[in-house]
């Protein structure tokens, strides 16, 4: 058997035996509010039926139309393996596409998303053919095809002398505040636990502790929506920003994070921040911790390939799973124990593990790769079209985030003594990803400035 056929067999994906019991496994799904009501007043609506860029785009399009099937149009919903993930394991599904039309969201929901992660930046599909598009790249084409592209018109901004970033803004805004009505209703049921809906202060500040600080709070009280994360990297400079913008009570998204020594930096700017605040009750104060799976297996595959030993090869495909695993056991070791349990008596509650960056880059790997094998009690999984169309189909429902944890451990010794060097990984891919976030952003605002001097052209 393959190394990764191994995997899927065994491995991290094993079979768990611990399920939790859960007390609403029998329910119906928590959201079967009339979603289709909550856009009333987005002032322009655009049916999710039509012709958008989201449906245009061919996995997004098939994961609409999947969920769509979902959606008994007042009928009963039906139960999907996302509605079983969180009610029997307790892990909520995000969708990791903020997309264009918000309302192309609905059937997601209605078939167990749980919440939404949003990028600035293009994210570039390992896949030749195509790549996602960020929520402004949808609004450049919907512009440059004559879809209806936003309730915010772009021109009369530009024209009204905005500059371009403060354009980026309101566009964003606007969407994340359409996006958070549509998750309200989860926020709402799960008292504040669940339902949230992400935006990122401007990766350029990702070395800028005072700065960041500043946007996070600008953004919070803009956006004004109590489900809203506002994401913040967990850059060594941003660490301060954490705890100062969780100590103001702002729900905080930790994002960019690849290693366990850092991971344990950003629950320490949790609880630090928790304690520093005034609060009287801490309840409304929330964070994920965004934890990167997939890149840490495209990075430490490559050096496995170099080394090149049997053994090495043996390893490929294991890396960030093992990592994940053993950062699974680090956020139950945090929080528990008398400085929790103070916290707890003022109504804190954990800063949830999120796995982010869980779409395969290696075609040869299963399709589920960084969702099955990682599922666990109050995480979060945030899937990008491909794997949540994969899961839907196919995924299996089982506790297995620590089903294995001595093999977890085995697998990330083993890699140490053949010279894998976990530092060298986390730093790296930090780097890789603040500097792809930040020049996607600018060329993002390239873009727009292009948009904006050809309608000026046009007005003259
Ligand atoms: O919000 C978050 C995490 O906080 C996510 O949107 C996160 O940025 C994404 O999962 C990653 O950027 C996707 O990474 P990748 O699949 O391109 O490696």
Same mark, same amino acid.
């Given at each position: ?69 979902? /959606? ?21 599904? &995000? ?8 309302? /192309? ?26 790549? &996602? ?28 002398? +905005? ?12 969407? *994340? ?35 960041? *600080?500043?946007?996070?709070? &600008? ?15 967990? %850059? ?6 954490? +705890? ?61 390939? +170099? ?6 090869? /043996? ?66 999984? %945030? ?27 085995? *697998? ?33 605002? /390239? ?14």
């Amino acid at each position: 058997m393959s190394s990764i056929s191994k995997l899927s067999a065994s491995g991290f994906a094993n079979s768990a035996t611990n399920s939790r019991p859960t007390t609403r496994s029998s329910q119906q799904p928590m959201c079967c509010v009339d979603l289709r009501k909550r856009t009333a007043g987005f002032g322009n609506p655009i049916s999710s039926s039509k012709l958008t860029v989201g449906t245009n785009h061919p996995i997004k399009a098939s994961l609409v139309v999947r969920c769509s099937k979902n /959606d008994g149009n007042g009928s009963t919903v039906k139960k999907t393996t996302l509605h079983d993930l969180y009610e029997k394991e307790g892990q909520s599904p &995000w969708y990791d596409n903020l997309c264009r039309p918000v309302t /192309d969201l609905i059937p997601l929901i209605e078939s167990g998303v749980r919440g939404v992660t949003s990028n600035p930046a293009r994210k570039m599909l390992h896949v030749p053919t195509f790549c &996602w598009l960020s929520l402004i790249e949808q609004f450049l084409f919907c512009m440059n095809t004559n879809i209806p592209e936003s309730n915010i018109n772009f021109k009369e901004l530009v024209q009204s002398g +905005k500059d371009i970033e403060s354009a980026y803004w309101e566009l964003v805004v606007k969407d *994340i505040q359409d996006a958070c009505k549509l998750f309200e209703a989860i926020y709402d049921e799960t008292d504040g636990a669940d339902g949230y809906v992400s935006v990122e202060v401007s990766p350029r500040l990702a070395d800028d502790t005072e700065n960041t *600080i500043e946007a996070a709070k &600008w953004l919070h009280k803009w956006v004004n929506r109590s489900n809203v994360y506002i994401k913040i990297p967990a %850059t060594a400079p941003c660490i301060p920003s954490i +705890k100062e913008v969780i100590a103001l009570g702002i729900s905080v998204n930790v994002t960019l994070i690849f290693s366990l020594a850092r991971y344990e930096a950003v629950i320490d700017a949790y609880l630090d921040g928790l304690e520093a605040s005034g609060l009287d009750d801490l309840s409304r104060v929330t964070s994920v911790a965004s934890f990167f799976v997939s890149r840490v297996d495209s990075l430490v595959d490559k050096m496995l390939e +170099k080394i090149g030993t049997p053994e090495a090869l /043996d390893l490929r495909g294991k890396a960030a799973n093992a990592q994940a695993g053993l950062a699974y056991q680090l956020y139950q070791k945090k929080f528990s124990g008398p400085r929790w349990e103070a916290l707890v008596k003022k109504g804190a509650k954990k800063q949830r593990l999120l796995w982010a960056s869980t779409s395969v880059k290696n075609p040869a790997y299963p399709d589920t790769l960084y969702v099955a094998p990682l599922i666990g009690p109050d995480t979060v999984s %945030t899937m990008p079209d491909q794997a949540l169309l994969a899961f839907l189909d196919h995924g299996s429902v089982a506790r297995t985030i620590d089903s294995n944890v001595s093999e977890a451990e085995g *697998i990330y010794s083993a890699l140490e003594k053949l010279g894998i060097d976990w530092g060298y990984v986390g730093s790296q891919l930090e780097l890789e990803g603040v500097d792809s976030f930040k020049k996607s952003f600018d060329s993002l605002l /390239d873009s727009l400035q292009e948009k904006a001097n050809t309608l000026k052209l046009v007005s003259l």
